[in-house]
């Protein structure tokens, strides 16, 4: 079972991957006044451009030091953006480093029509395991009403993100001899 998880989690990648580069690369100016994405292009405008709507907030983010988990096989990557109240958000996360390592994550929230912050665990994709140092972070976030497409949105970190190995101290808390459990 655990030799299949690789080739599933490559499988569930290139899908995603699939589905995503055949996503339309913008919407209609129809689609804009109903808040969806829309390009706009024309004179004095320097050209095609994504124009921010009330569904998705931009910019989404990712934060800036990603501490790395079992043994470099994944990384707890958190981050922030804000969508239409109501609406379903995934966002979508892809770590990826220069020598080849590369991890993928999930998460799925309801909107608050507020900042939201989430965090998801993403695991590496590849026999390659994470390191620490810098690493590209990317995420898309896709939004859903009644199960249907309202908007998408994706971005990367302008610097690299850290990864880094934290060590967590367990806390040790000694009762006070004046209590007792039968107390």
């Not at 995603?16 to 339309?24: A, C, E, M, Q, Y």
């Not at 913008?26 to 969806?36: C, E, I, N, T, V």
């Not at 367990?170 to 459990?181: E, G, L, R, T």
Request: proline share 7%; hydrophobic share 40%.
């Amino acid at each position: 079972m655990r030799k299949l998880l690789p080739l599933f989690l490559s499988v569930a990648f290139f899908g995603l991957l699939f589905t995503f580069l055949h996503l339309p690369a913008h919407r209609s100016p129809a689609a804009a006044a109903s808040g969806g994405v829309a390009a706009k292009s024309g004179a004095g405008s320097g050209g095609p451009s994504i124009q921010s709507t009330n569904r998705i907030s931009i910019p989404y983010g990712i934060t800036g030091t990603l501490p790395l988990r079992d043994r470099g096989n994944g990384v707890l990557v958190g981050g922030h953006g804000g969508c239409t109240p109501g609406e379903i958000v995934t966002v979508v996360v892809t770590v990826t480093q220069p020598y080849g390592a590369t991890a993928v994550g999930q998460t799925e929230q309801t909107c608050t029509g507020e900042l939201q912050r989430w965090q998801l665990p993403a695991t590496t994709i590849t026999s390659v395991r994470l390191q620490a140092g810098p690493a590209e972070a990317c995420g898309l976030a896709t939004t859903r009403d009644a199960g249907e497409v309202t908007a998408t949105f994706d971005w990367c970190r302008a610097d690299p993100a850290t990864l880094a190995w934290f060590n967590y101290l367990p806390i040790m808390v000694k009762q006070h001899p004046a209590v007792s459990a039968d107390s």
